[in-house]
């Protein structure tokens, strides 16, 4: 059973970094795509960013500049680095994964809990 885990979120004010991880078992294969989505209460689920396994990206206009996202050398693991934080980047953070070829269409198959990364201002 594949599982993703987030750790990293946390409390921080404006203008202060984080670093979220996540890191994918279960499964013996590379994702394609793994990446980051954010819920905010009573928002819709939004990209923040993808990675694919060739390194190609994708974010989120909100974050474009601020964030950055990169996959670790150990198989299925992804980091986001949270620079410039604002209080409206208050939202859990959820990581994300799928084996198919990346389609900004299609929400990815797999998906973490959860960390919750709250800005104060």
């Known amino acids: 059973q594949v599982q993703l885990v987030e750790s990293g979120g946390g409390l921080v004010q404006a203008g202060g970094s984080l670093r979220l991880s996540c890191a994918a078992s279960?499964?013996?294969?590379?994702?394609?795509?793994m990446g980051w989505y954010r819920q905010a209460p009573g928002k819709q689920r939004e990209l923040v960013a993808v990675i694919t396994r060739g390194g190609s990206t994708n974010y989120g206009d909100s974050v474009k500049g601020r964030f950055t996202i990169s996959r670790g050398n150990a198989k299925n693991t992804v980091y986001l680095q949270m620079n410039s934080l604002k209080p409206e980047d208050t939202a859990v953070y959820y990581c994300a994964a799928d084996s198919r070829a990346y389609n900004s269409n299609t929400r990815p198959y797999y998906w973490g809990q959860g960390t919750q990364v709250t800005v104060s201002s």
């Open positions: 279960g499964t013996i294969f590379s994702f394609n795509v």
